[in-house]
């Protein structure tokens, strides 16, 4: 190694997702196995440059791989995109001596972190934390999921009471400007159709979907609307079908934040468990700017710079399967 890593920093930035805690988790103890300390860092960068800072033994992580959320807060900073944040940050890590960093979170978080390890030469590891799937490099992010069957379970709920009054019911999902979520979730819950913005555009979309249900003789239908689809999303999406397609007597409902919430499932505890372990390999490795991820199963490193500035595609024979499926 260039230099002994004696502490570590660990963070959460941007958007929570279900699994953090059990990632913070995971980075703590195999941390403290390896003779490392832990020092978490509060509220994302800000809590960097604010020195928000405390060290963690076993027991501050007991009891947290169930809980949503992260216990660690988030907070999205503009000042941290400027040079003068970054020094600010800079100086909380010498003054704390901390010789590393892990951040978990997504796009945002890894595009400063690599700007950060850039200006300052310290190791960052990443860890993917997001519910939006969207990062290239590795199968799933922490938290997608969970969010997933948290949507699956929403859209059931809609369909009895679509069926009963005949209704076409819009139903909004987030994800940034990635579909993954949306289509899924779309293909699990047995949808009519999923508008999402790496497909045609939103008029084409909307036309099939609204031919799949002439065709079956149906007038209660759920399709799922990625919230970056349209600007304006699913409520620009129900004035459309309200003018065009005035038969249909149109619903629109928006999921929010509801996505973000909830315990995580076995997939994204035992995903979280499994990265934050190999966060802590990567550095003993001496690797530097890269994020851990999963391929086939395998967990992987990936260099930051490939994770955020690749597209990450949607797979076509999950948009097939849909259309198939919608019939």
Sequence with gaps: MEYEIKTIGVLTSGGDSPGMNAAVRAVTRAAIANGIKVKAIFRGYKGLMDDEVQEF????????????????????????KTQEGRKRAWQTLKKEKIDALIVIGGDGTFTGARLFAQEYNIPIIGIPGTIDNDLWGTDSTIGYDTALNTIMDCVDKLRDTGTSHERLFLVEIMGRDAGFLTLNAAIAAGAEAAIIPERATVAEQLEDAIGQGRRKHKNSSIVLVQEHAIEGGAQAVAKVIEKEHPEYGTRVTILGHLQRGGSPTAFDRILASRLGVAAIQALLEEQRSVMVGLQNGQVVYVPL?????????IKDDKWQALQVLSI
Excluded: W
């Design 57 to 80: 033994t076993t027991q501050d992580v007991s009891g947290i791989i169930q809980r949503g959320g992260t216990i660690l807060k988030s907070a999205r900073s503009e000042e941290f």
């Design 305 to 313: 710079s490939k994770a955020i500035k690749q597209k990450k595609d």
